[in-house]
């Protein structure tokens, strides 16, 4: 049904920057911006065809400037956790900025990729690509990039997110989208009632700090355990040190099935409203985060977000793989393009 655009503010480095809004014939619409990838708007009709906005997110570019709970950006170079913010790599140590503890967490929360004005490739009837280009050396990892990313609202409900990722020398890349989804509408409160089933039969537990040991553990028998449907809530404050390391969930599940292939990771469904999301993934992991930290602040339409109003469904590769061989590696080169999909289909 064609793209449109419009003036959505300018960036701190002068550059104008757009909302785009891909529409299908079902009435779903995803609205992104060249500022982080970020999706600012998901409106998702549920089975009586009412039509709500499904994740968390600002009005105003400005607020995207800060955005301290990273909502609807990609994140890059690398998401997520690598300990003690250094690497080795091929016998060179890499130091990256110390932003959380002793760790690093989604590369820079000042100049990673959530933070910048992205380029637009290409305009379609149904997708929307966005490029950016990471320079040798900034945020202390190595190697020139060329990221892009491809936003594609089908007639089936599916928002399908495409990477693709190059280097001119070994470096660690590790993408995904930091969305909050609320299935009941991004105004609607708490999301402990929403059910949710991950396609996860082991983790990868965690040290303070959000570390991962190195174990690849079973769910079953703990709290952990979303291999059938039940309300994220239900045992989100149970006396469990894994629970009690990170205030609730926000540990990486070790997807069933081969990666490389694409398969269901999770589905998650609001009861009330009937609306329904699975999410399909080529990646070895997905970090669920049930939103236990989002920080106090006004949203779109002067809506106050708080914790847990929100749950991430982030794929990638497990938080701090350099430092555990064990783990899929996401170093990629000259020799290794990065490539991935995911889909966030609405059924």
């Known amino acids: 049904m064609g793209i449109a655009k419009e003036k959505f503010g300018t960036a701190k480095t002068g550059e104008e920057i757009f909302l785009y809004t891909l529409k299908n014939k079902n009435g779903m619409e995803a609205q992104i911006t060249n500022f982080g990838a970020a999706i600012v708007n998901l409106l998702v009709p549920d089975k009586n065809g009412k039509v709500e906005d499904v994740v968390l997110g600002f009005d105003k570019l400005e607020d995207y400037f800060s955005n301290p709970s990273f909502f609807g ?13 250094a690497f080795e790599l091929h016998g060179k140590e890499y130091h990256l900025p110390v932003n959380d503890g002793p760790n690093n967490l989604h590369s820079d929360m000042a100049d990673g990729y959530q933070k910048r004005p992205w380029a637009v490739e290409k305009e379609e009837n149904d997708s929307l690509t966005l490029t950016l280009e990471g320079k040798d050396g900034e945020m202390g990892f190595p190697g020139n990039k060329k990221i892009s990313v491809t936003y594609t609202l089908t007639d089936d409900n599916a928002l399908k997110l495409h990477y693709r990722a190059t280097a001119d020398t070994d470096t660690l890349i590790n993408l995904t989208n930091h969305t909050y989804f609320n299935l009941a509408g991004h105004d ?8 949710l089933k991950l396609n996860a039969s082991c983790y ?35 006396d469990c040190e894994q629970l009690k390391l990170v205030q609730g969930y926000d540990h990486n599940f070790v997807l069933d099935g081969t990666a490389g292939t694409m398969r269901e990771a999770a589905e998650a469904e609001d009861p009330k409203s009937g609306r329904r999301m699975k999410v ?7 970090q669920f985060y049930a939103g236990n930290c989002i920080d106090e602040q006004t949203g779109k339409g002067g809506v106050h977000y708080a914790p847990r109003t929100g749950f991430c469904l ?30 966030y289909q609405f059924v």
Do not use: C, W
């Open 280 to 286: 399909f993934t080529d990646l070895p992991g997905m």
């Open 188 to 195: 609607t409160g708490s999301i402990e009632g929403q059910l």
């Open 314 to 343: 982030e794929t990638h590769y497990f938080p701090d793989n350099i430092h555990h061989p064990e783990f899929p590696q996401a170093v990629f080169g000259p020799d290794k393009v990065y490539e991935s999909e995911t889909v």
């Open 73 to 85: 950006v990609v994140i890059g170079p690398n998401a997520n956790r690598i300990g003690g913010a």
């Open 204 to 238: 990868t537990p965690v040290l303070p700090g959000a570390i991962p040991t190195g174990e690849i553990a079973p769910v079953a028998g703990t709290p952990l355990d979303f291999t059938e449907m039940k309300p994220i809530g239900k045992e989100i404050n149970a």
